[in-house]
Each structure stands twice: as C-alpha cells, then as structure tokens.
C-alpha cells in the first residue's frame, strides 16, 4: 500500500450545496477542490440524473459554488466570468444538455447566502457598510487620505475571517428578475444570519445594534407579495437558530441560555400568537460537529417541511439524520458510524452527503447506499489507517475515542505517537476520514484523540465546562494517553507528542506547563491568556466571557487560574507554535505571549506565522500554507521523537 502524502488533500473534493431539482428527477452539488498552484480553491458544479445513475460536470471554469434550480433542465449560478464591475455579482444559466453559460442579469451588490423564491424572484444577503455614509461626504481628496486610517466604534470590530466588520451589517434583500427592481428588507443597522424561504414568506434572524452587538436576537417574518416585515420575536431574550413552517404552523428553534450558557442546545417550539409552547426538547445538539479536515462548502442541515422537521444531529461520534414530528418525537431516518454532512429531501425521497467508513465525502440515499464517486479515486492503493475504538471511564463518565495504528505495524516494534485534541471544545472525534491523521499514521506513528467532557455529542451536562478548563477535561486527557499506552506496548511512552488548535491550542499550552509526559508539542491557534483573549477576541465578551465564567473584573483569579500562561514558567517540551496573522478568533498575540513566556524560561521553541491567514488554516487556508503547515508540524515531531534532523 502507498503512504498518504502529506498534499493528498489537494485530490480531495469537498462537497456542498446538495439540493434535487423540482421535480425530484436529479440533484445537483459543488465540489470544491485545490487549484493546481495550491493558491487557492475551484469549485465546479456536478448534476446526477437518478433513472440512469450518471454524474455529470456542468461547469468548468472553477468559479462556481452556488446555485439555485431555474427549472428541472436548467440552473443558475453567481460567476466571475468576464469583466465585472466591482460591487456587483453576475449571474449565469446554464442548461443541462449541454452548452456555454449565459449571463442573464446582474445584482449591484456583492453578494453573499443566495435562496429562490420563485422563478422570477431571489433573496439575498449584502454587506451594507455605514463607513459609506462617511466617506460619500467627503471631497476625494479626504477619501483617499482616509485609507491610511481605520476607526473602531462598537464591538465587535473585527470577525475572523471578515476583517474589520466596524459598522458593518449583513442586510436582507430581494431582487426580480423581470423587472431588475432590488428591494430591502431587513433594516440596515440589523446584522442577518439565518434566512429560510417559505412560499411568500421569509423568516430570518437578525440582531439589531449600532454600539455593542447583543448576545440575543430577533425573528422576523417578511410577507413577499404585501413588501410586509413583521418582527415575529424581539430581541433580549433569546438566541434564534432557525425558523419555518410545519404542521401548518411556525415552529422555532431557541434557547435562552440560562442554564447552560451560549453554548446550550435549543429546543423547538411553536409560535402562535405571540406565545411559545415547546414541543420538542434535544438531548443532543443540531447540525453536525464531529470534525474533519478534509470538507468544503455548506448545505442543508435543517429542513421544514409539512410532515416534519429534517434535521442533522452530533450524537456520540457520529452524527445522524432525524425527523421530528408534530407530537415531539422523532424517527432515525440515517445511522450508523460515520456522517451526515447536508441533505436534501424531495417527497418520500432523501439523499445526503456524508463520510461513512473511510471514505472521503460522496452522496448517499436514504439507505446509505453510495450513488456518486467523486473521490474513490483519491484514496486508491493508499494506507488508510481504521480507527479502533477506545473507551474509558474517567471519573465515572464514559471518554469515547480512538487509535490508528502506524503504516506496516508490527507488534515487535516501538513506535512514537501523537495525542491529537480537537477543537471547540463543543465538537467530535469521529472515526471519519483526517488526513493530517492519515498522514502521520503513513509517517511510521500511532495516532489517537478522544471526546473529553466539553465536547459535543453527548448532551448539555457533559459539555459544560465553564469555570472548569484545564481540570477535568485535562484529567480525561491524560487517562485516554494512560489507557492507549497500556493497552498498546508497541507505543513508545518517552515519545509521545500533543498537538491541537484552537481549543486544542489551549490544551497542549495547558499540557506543556502542566505535565512533563510528552516529548514535544505544537500548539496551533492557541488562547494563552483569558485576560486578554476576552477584551480582544471576535467573541471575547460573548463565548469567552461565558466559558470562563468572569472577566479582568469580575472573577480575576478564576479566569487567571484557568490560563495556561500562569503555568508557562514551568514548560520543559520542546513546543512548536502555529498562528495565522489575521485570525481574529484566537489572535497572533495569544500564540506570542506562551512563545515568549516558555522562550523566556529557557524551554526550546519556535513559531510558524501565516500571513493572510485566519482561524481556518487548517481547514480552508491557502493548499501550499496547509501543506507549510503539516510540514511544520511533522518536521518537529520528527526532531523530538524520532530524533531525525
């Protein structure tokens, strides 16, 4: 068998968008993909005719991603194509037999979630930015003086992967076709989120602000044909996920996160004058959160119909595919080990695109049967290592994870290992496909990682771990690594290695003050120090705030206690650090200060800054910075447990 090279990725294809025709006949998704000078990503459109089971590509230039159904032979699509006039965004039809696509209108914004209403009718969501205003009163002399400065004035004011977002919002609008009229709906100091097309109604989320963005939001209900908005819920009270019509009412789906804080599932209810009745309530959270690194694009997570609501869910380290009914309860309609990634459903008939065994993401139907094989081909004739499942108990609560066995095992042998920690922490482990896994179980090492308490899938009380990082979950950590090393002699205990970002940064920052036991480390898009993460981060007054449970003002010790940086002084392992400049989520400064503190107390270390990138490095990054940062990494391992140079 061939190792699985450390640019594999670029072979991959990521699906999204999944959605079938009107007439249930085909369905049609983008796979996204690396380009050839792994600068960055093309994403073509892929039609399935189900009667004769055939996958056909229909566009070709890479700039393709969304989309919407014209009718049963034709689709539409936002391109680059041509000259295009900054501000606005193209769009092209296209039909299924066969020919070039045509541009058919052009929308004056830049454009971002696209939904049809109706043949002759679209919604959309643009950026509408108040700076404008400012700048359209001055002479174009103050203009271009303008841009050697940047104001802040509310928070946030930067978002990752957006920049600086400083009274910028995220505006509603409709567009027709026919007449090229541009109607807006929501208001333009409101910042939208979720919209969801029902007939002649929208509903759409949005939080309303012009100083500090709330940790709440509204609903509201736009009637198409009457040009009729209708704030359906106010904001204050609760945080809105997503809203619809079935059973011939609205239904919601909220919470108001006073028991278990921004992170807590929410429950569904219906809406009827005015009053909420909850009729559904989760045990387990929405969508599905059990990690990979090798997807690309969105899709369908939540559907409303009138016979039930359809509906992603993480349990445990898979995720599955439900219905809930009008009465609360629910039917398994997807299963098993692996994912539900999106869906779509048409009538009585259902696919999905998911990751089931090791495979990479492909399109299945309601029974799990494969229909496409967009990327068989990547994985042929390569190792692919099969996770085995590996289970504690940790204080009396179940740890569930997972070993893969390096490439040519033999149990005579010693092998180094990598404890891998997963981000969120609200997220899985899964036995799904990981390429950088795959990679490093094909570099010669045991690989494992597990779902410590405060991750996803196992209800609200298990991943509650506000007020408690860097204690129990660092406590089911290290009796995972006790566990793996007993049951497999073949690892070598004196070369182990932690890795992991964002809150894996956090943990392997946390580990190397806190324990001698690995050999080397990298911490990558870490959070060192609460104190400064909270009053910087995107989110720093909202998520950070919550988890720490306090602030540099309230709860000071608690907030101290639970950073790694207290414990900086005593790090002994050689530590990598990985940070992207513009990652506004975990920022460059939190990587800098565990960097100088360690270097600083005489402890080896080195850093890997990535310009132009953000918090998504790993995942959607730039290929050739992905592939700079595997290398990286491995590169160090390798140093400090395999003792190459």
């Not at 208001?187 to 509903?203: E, P, Q």
């Not at 059990?290 to 009138?306: C, L």
């Not at 299963?335 to 696919?351: A, C, R, S």
Request: hydrophobic share 30%; charged share 25%.
């Amino acid at each position: 068998m061939e190792r699985i090279g450390i640019n594999d990725f670029g072979k991959y294809k990521g699906l999204g968008e999944l959605t079938y025709s009107p007439d249930g006949t085909k369905f049609a998704f983008a796979a996204t993909q690396s380009k050839e000078n792994g600068k960055g990503y093309e994403s073509n459109i892929y039609v399935h005719d189900i009667a004769k089971n055939e996958t056909k590509q229909i566009t070709s230039l890479g700039d393709s991603r969304t989309y919407f159904w014209a009718d049963n032979n034709s689709l539409i699509f936002p391109g680059m194509r041509g000259d295009k006039k900054p501000g606005t965004t193209d769009f092209y039809k296209i039909s299924l037999d066969g020919g070039e696509a045509k541009k058919v209108f052009t929308v004056p914004y830049g454009i971002g979630q696209v939904k049809k209403i109706d043949e002759d009718n679209f919604a959309f969501v643009a950026k509408y930015d108040h700076n404008k205003e400012r700048l359209d009163k001055m002479t174009p002399e103050q203009r271009e003086e303008e841009k050697d400065y940047i104001i802040i004035d509310e928070l946030p004011f930067w978002f990752n992967g957006q920049g600086f977002i400083n009274k910028t919002r995220k505006v509603l609008y409709t567009y027709n076709i026919s007449t090229k009229k541009v109607t807006q709906v929501s208001n333009k100091w409101a910042d939208v989120m979720y919209v969801g097309i029902f007939g002649d109604k929208i509903f759409y989320t949005c939080t309303t602000y012009k100083d500090k963005k709330p940790k709440t939001n509204e609903l509201h209900c736009y009637n198409i044909a009457e040009n009729k908005d209708e704030k359906l819920i106010a904001g204050g009270k609760y945080s809105i996920q997503s809203a619809g019509y079935a059973f011939g009412k609205i239904c919601v789906l909220l919470s108001d996160c006073k028991t278990y804080g921004t992170g807590e599932i929410c429950d569904f209810y219906f809406l009827e004058n005015g009053q909420l009745t909850r009729f559904h309530e989760a045990e387990f959270g929405y969508n599905n959160s059990v990690g990979s690194d090798t997807r690309s694009g969105g899709g369908i997570t939540m559907k409303y119909t009138e016979d039930g609501i359809y509906t992603t869910k993480g349990i445990h380290t898979n995720s599955q595919l439900h219905k809930i009914k009008a009465d609360g309860s629910f039917e398994v309609l997807v299963e098993g080990e692996g994912t539900v990634d999106m869906f779509d459903v048409h009538g009585k008939d259902i696919i999905f695109v998911g990751m089931r065994g090791q495979k990479l993401q492909e399109v299945y139907d309601i029974k799990q049967n494969q229909i496409t094989n967009i990327n068989t081909a990547a994985l042929e004739g390569k190792y692919v290592a099969v996770p085995e499942v590996m289970n504690i108990i940790s204080d009396d609560t179940l740890i569930e994870g997972f070993v893969m066995k390096p490439i040519n095992f033999d149990e005579n042998k010693k092998y180094p290992a990598i404890l891998n920690v997963h981000g969120g922490p609200r997220t899985i482990y899964g036995s799904v496909f990981f390429h950088e896994m795959q990679y490093w179980a094909s570099e010669g090492y045991f690989v494992y990682f597990c779902n410590p308490r405060g991750s996803d899938g196992r209800g609200d009380d298990f991943a509650d771990l506000r007020g408690k990082y860097g204690t129990i979950d660092f406590d089911d950590l290290l009796r995972f690594c006790d566990a793996v090393e007993a049951k497999y002699p073949q690892i070598d205990k004196t070369k182990v290695g932690i890795t992991g970002g964002s809150y894996g940064g956090f943990m392997t920052n946390w580990a190397i003050g806190n324990t001698n036991r690995f050999a080397a480390a990298a911490s990558q898009r870490s959070l060192t120090n609460w104190i400064s993460l909270t009053n910087l981060a995107d989110i720093g007054y909202t998520f950070d705030a919550d988890q720490v449970q306090g602030t540099a003002w309230r709860n000071m010790k608690r907030i101290w206690d639970q950073s790694p940086l207290k414990h900086a002084n005593k790090a002994k392992t050689p530590t990598l650090f990985i940070h992207s400049e513009e990652d506004y989520r975990c920022l460059l400064s939190e990587g800098m200060q565990m960097f100088y503190a360690i270097k600083n107390a005489g402890c080896v270390a080195r850093m890997c800054i990535f310009k132009g990138e953000n918090h998504e490095l790993s995942r959607s990054g730039k290929p050739i910075h992905r592939t700079r940062r595997l290398s990286e990494i491995t590169g160090w391992f390798n140093k400090y447990l395999k003792g190459m140079k």
